[in-house]
């Protein structure tokens, strides 16, 4: 079994999400559009093509309980699509922001979502009936553009990750969304206020992922810093370690003990808890003189043309590594109980990859804890 799948679908891939029985994905080539391919026999191809956004798509999240799909965009707005009557038709959030919209999240729970922004603000949404348009309050104690959001698997808990430096957690709790039976892991704490803050990064914070029981969250930032809170204790420690690649720009628990990053390198790489968080190579290895070697040649080709003919372009353009261009996104493709065997990654190359993590693992020799 080969250890992934490779599908182009475009010239430049910003994002994308997969329905819930992955016969269908949604991704945006890099301009204002969504494209919905669907899987005819052994190719892809555009069924629907979703464009109401003015500007550049930045985030795309597929509910997969409710099948609405929830998009933002450099335009300053979030839609969310309803598959009736054999086309997909937007609602209205009022986000009421003045800056783009950078990242979307569904809830656990699918009742509400989180938006992402450049206003220096988060936006809660929930369902407003009365109005048939999805109302937002603003969490506002960011001092910079908020970047990623991720919820708790208790629909209550947000995690957000900001070029302010640092990363907070946010007890999210709606009364129109959640009902008043509800326990606060934290207590009543005022909405807006943060529970907890993180401040170990000195650079803008790409990336961050609760586990699958919400027991850690991993992050990392762009100076190189991959960090972990463990909330078993009150407050959370928090482990720190250096990423020897270039930075990460999204993260994904495989197990409660493993992550996989992706980011500049155009490979997903493992980092597993073993008594500590180590990092533990990349999951995508060419056979030996492959890699390693290819690049050294390529990088050797570079500064010799620029020597010899005062060329700036090296003559092979080709990268050993499976993404051509840098990775934004990492989704589980395949999961159960909170252990993913299969994930999916889609880069500026225009790739979207699946890749086989025990395939993977025979093939690279290293193991996923």
């Not at 494209?35 to 109401?52: C, D, M, N, P, R």
Request: hydrophobic residues 40%.
């Amino acid at each position: 079994m080969s250890a992934f799948e490779i599908e182009h679908l475009a010239s430049c891939i910003t994002a994308h999400a997969w329905n819930a029985d992955r016969s269908r994905v949604a991704l945006c080539p890099n301009n204002n559009e969504v494209h919905i391919y669907a899987k005819q026999g052994t190719s892809w191809v555009v069924e629907h093509v979703l464009a109401e956004h003015d500007q550049l798509v930045t985030s795309i999240d597929w509910a997969p309980k409710t099948n609405r799909i929830l998009t933002s965009s450099q335009d300053r707005n979030a839609y969310v699509w309803t598959f009736k009557d054999g086309q997909w038709k937007p609602v209205l959030v009022l986000l009421r922001i003045n800056r783009a919209a950078t990242h979307v999240k569904w809830s656990p729970q699918e009742n509400k979502f989180a938006v992402a922004t450049g206003a220096k603000l988060v936006c809660i949404c929930f369902f407003e009936e009365e109005h048939d348009w999805w109302a937002s309050n603003h969490i506002k104690k960011h001092k910079s553009t908020v970047l990623k959001v991720d919820w708790h698997p208790n629909n209550l808990l947000l995690a957000t990750s900001s070029s302010d430096y640092k990363v907070r957690v946010f007890d999210a709790y709606i009364k129109k969304a959640d009902g008043r039976s509800v326990t606060r892991p934290y207590g009543e704490v005022a909405f807006g206020e943060p529970v907890f803050e993180f401040d170990q990064c000195a650079s803008w914070v790409h990336a961050l992922k609760w586990s699958p029981s919400g027991s850690t969250l991993a992050y990392s930032s762009h100076d190189g810093v991959f960090a972990v809170a463990n909330f078993s204790t009150n407050p959370p420690t928090v482990e720190k370690l250096r990423v020897r690649n270039l930075p990460l720009r999204d993260l994904l628990y495989i197990t409660e003990n493993s992550i996989a990053g992706v980011g500049y390198d155009c490979a997903p790489l493992l980092i597993t808890n073993q008594n500590g968080w180590k990092y533990s190579g990349e999951m995508d290895k060419a056979s030996e003189g492959g890699a390693a070697a290819g690049s050294e040649t390529s990088a050797r080709k570079l500064f010799q043309n620029k020597v010899d003919l005062g060329e700036s372009k090296s003559a092979d353009k080709k990268l050993s590594t499976v993404h051509q261009n840098c990775i934004t996104s990492i989704v589980p493709f395949k999961s159960v109980g909170g252990v993913v065997s299969d994930f999916s990654t889609s880069g500026l190359d225009g790739n979207i990859v699946v890749w086989h993590v025990k395939a993977l693992e025979a093939k690279n020799k290293f193991k996923v804890i």
